[in-house]
């Protein structure tokens, strides 16, 4: 199959507002939070003695993962029942621990047993990095590791804990902020950590399930995108995805469909394709596609599909080949639909565990991680499941793969992995 990712970048209009150096992964999901690396070259196979380059043990497990940023590697880790929640900073070339800062929290918050504490992954610019604890805060360091500022964005108390990470946007951070009892979108000066705006999202009930009793919440890290010459941020609230105006945070238009039979969950990144945006409902709920653009709700003249039910999905998927390939975290499957229609093209079963890590794409190849810490290679090919590779570190991990620079940045719960072919 050829190698088509020239052709897939060329189709993106991704927004290029964070200033990565060249080979940077700098945020969740990498430069354009697409999941797309701009690399002609990655490992295909390693394995716990095998093209490992280094490994630095970790204090503990996190569902966050690893970015790399101007020569570092940063990843968050959280101790004694995440009453300290700490920012690590690594050499990308030893491994080397360079620098650790800890926020003394000093509370137990509620999680999920398979959710532990620092969930969210930090965002860098090359010269500051920014990371998000919760309840704890937002913090922004500079490379030395000197603190900067930090700013206290509410409680955020739900049974199954945070997840949404920050997103830098020039002179700005974006963060979702939730679940709980209040949820917003907010955007903070960069520099100095001032609020730019706060967009709040209206919540029926209190935060963990709607006024019908069912489960509510969404973990969604927004997506930054530009849609007829003009900049929006997306990001998939409890029943819809809402377009934003990263200059005043209003809400431009809606598309609403999330809501469903077993509740109200939004845990993946929305997936740009082309024109349409795609988005999996969490616990089995509804997923759905909508052309981009237009004013106010565009729900019954915009969403082309929806789909109930689904299998679960946590991690983000990636356009290739004109389809949207999909990680399961309910059946252990990886599935290919059509944007356009929502039509599955195939469904495989990958491995055998499931799939909380985001699929990732580099040298035209496409790459996710099992809970068992399996990192399944295989080819954007929408006719059938063309598997390339299975790389087994014999440790498990929910964390999504980061490229740079020809090298893969792997987090388990015991270890950051720098995995480099020979």
């Given at each position: 199959?050829?190698?088509?990712?020239?052709?897939?970048?060329?189709?993106?209009?991704?927004?290029?507002?964070?200033?990565?150096?060249?080979?940077?992964?700098?945020?969740?999901?990498?430069?354009?939070?697409?999941?797309?690396?701009?690399?002609?070259?990655?490992?295909?196979?390693?394995?716990?003695?095998?093209?490992?380059?280094?490994?630095?043990?970790?204090?503990?497990?996190?569902?966050?993962?690893?970015?790399?940023?101007?020569?570092?590697?940063?990843?968050?880790?959280?101790?004694?029942?995440?009453?300290?929640?700490s920012l690590f900073c690594f050499d990308r070339e030893t491994g080397k621990e360079l620098w650790v800062r800890t926020v003394d929290f000093g509370r137990v918050m509620p999680t999920h047993k398979t959710h532990p504490y620092c969930g969210?992954?930090?965002?860098?610019?090359?010269?500051?990095?920014?990371?998000?604890?919760?309840?704890?805060?937002?913090?922004?360091?500079?490379?030395?590791?000197?603190?900067?500022?930090?700013?206290?964005?509410?409680?955020?108390?739900?049974?199954?804990?945070?997840?949404?990470?920050?997103?830098?946007?020039?002179?700005?951070?974006?963060?979702?902020?939730?679940?709980?009892?209040?949820?917003?979108?907010?955007?903070?000066?960069?520099?100095?950590?001032?609020?730019?705006?706060?967009?709040?999202?209206?919540?029926?009930?209190?935060?963990?399930?709607?006024?019908?009793?069912?489960?509510?919440?969404?973990?969604?890290?927004?997506?930054?995108?530009?849609?007829?010459?003009?900049?929006?941020?997306?990001?998939?609230?409890?029943?819809?995805?809402?377009?934003?105006?990263?200059?005043?945070?209003?809400?431009?238009?809606?598309?609403?469909?999330?809501?469903?039979?077993?509740?109200?969950?939004?845990?993946?990144?929305?997936?740009?394709?082309?024109?349409?945006?795609?988005?999996?409902?969490?616990f089995g709920g509804p997923s759905i596609g909508f052309t981009l653009g237009g004013r106010g709700d565009i729900t019954e003249k915009q969403r082309l599909w929806r789909t109930e039910p689904n299998p679960q999905s946590i991690g983000s998927?990636?356009?290739?080949?004109?389809?949207?390939?999909?990680?399961?975290?309910?059946?252990?499957?990886?599935?290919?639909?059509?944007?356009?229609?929502?039509?599955?093209?195939?469904?495989?079963?990958?491995?055998?565990?499931?799939?909380?890590?985001?699929?990732?794409?580099?040298?035209?190849?496409?790459?996710?991680?099992?809970?068992?810490?399996?990192?399944?290679?295989?080819?954007?090919?929408?006719?059938?499941?063309?598997?390339?590779?299975?790389?087994?570190?014999?440790?498990?991990?929910?964390?999504?793969?980061?490229?740079?620079?020809?090298?893969?940045?792997?987090?388990?719960?015991?270890?950051?992995?720098?995995?480099?072919?020979?």
């Amino acid at each position: 199959m050829k190698n088509n990712l020239p052709r897939f970048a060329a189709i993106l209009s991704i927004l290029w507002c964070l200033p990565a150096l060249a080979g940077d992964w700098p945020q969740f999901r990498g430069t354009h939070g697409t999941g797309i690396a701009d690399e002609t070259r990655a490992p295909l196979n390693w394995g716990k003695d095998e093209n490992i380059k280094w490994r630095a043990q970790l204090p503990g497990p996190a569902n966050d993962s690893p970015i790399v940023s101007n020569g570092k590697v940063f990843i968050t880790c959280a101790e004694d029942e995440g009453r300290k929640r700490s920012l690590f900073c690594f050499d990308r070339e030893t491994g080397k621990e360079l620098w650790v800062r800890t926020v003394d929290f000093g509370r137990v918050m509620p999680t999920h047993k398979t959710h532990p504490y620092c969930g969210s992954t930090p965002a860098a610019n090359g010269e500051k990095v920014v990371v998000w604890h919760g309840s704890a805060g937002l913090f922004c360091y500079d490379f030395s590791g000197e603190e900067l500022w930090s700013k206290d964005l509410g409680e955020f108390r739900h049974m199954w804990g945070y997840a949404a990470s920050p997103v830098i946007c020039g002179d700005k951070v974006i963060q979702h902020c939730g679940p709980g009892k209040r949820v917003y979108l907010t955007a903070l000066d960069l520099n100095t950590g001032d609020t730019l705006w706060e967009t709040d999202e209206r919540i029926y009930g209190d935060g963990e399930r709607n006024a019908e009793g069912h489960y509510t919440g969404a973990w969604s890290t927004p997506v930054i995108t530009e849609i007829d010459g003009v900049d929006r941020i997306l990001c998939a609230m409890n029943t819809r995805v809402s377009g934003y105006d990263p200059e005043t945070g209003k809400i431009v238009w809606s598309c609403y469909g999330l809501k469903g039979r077993k509740g109200e969950l939004a845990y993946s990144s929305p997936v740009i394709a082309d024109g349409v945006c795609v988005q999996v409902g969490g616990f089995g709920g509804p997923s759905i596609g909508f052309t981009l653009g237009g004013r106010g709700d565009i729900t019954e003249k915009q969403r082309l599909w929806r789909t109930e039910p689904n299998p679960q999905s946590i991690g983000s998927g990636v356009y290739a080949a004109g389809h949207v390939f999909l990680p399961d975290a309910g059946q252990g499957t990886i599935r290919c639909l059509d944007p356009k229609t929502g039509e599955e093209t195939w469904r495989e079963k990958s491995r055998g565990p499931n799939h909380w890590g985001s699929i990732v794409m580099a040298a035209g190849r496409l790459y996710v991680t099992n809970q068992s810490g399996e990192t399944i290679v295989f080819a954007p090919n929408p006719e059938r499941f063309e598997k390339l590779a299975v790389n087994a570190l014999g440790e498990e991990s929910n964390s999504t793969p980061a490229i740079s620079d020809g090298e893969i940045f792997l987090r388990t719960f015991e270890a950051l992995y720098c995995v480099a072919e020979k």
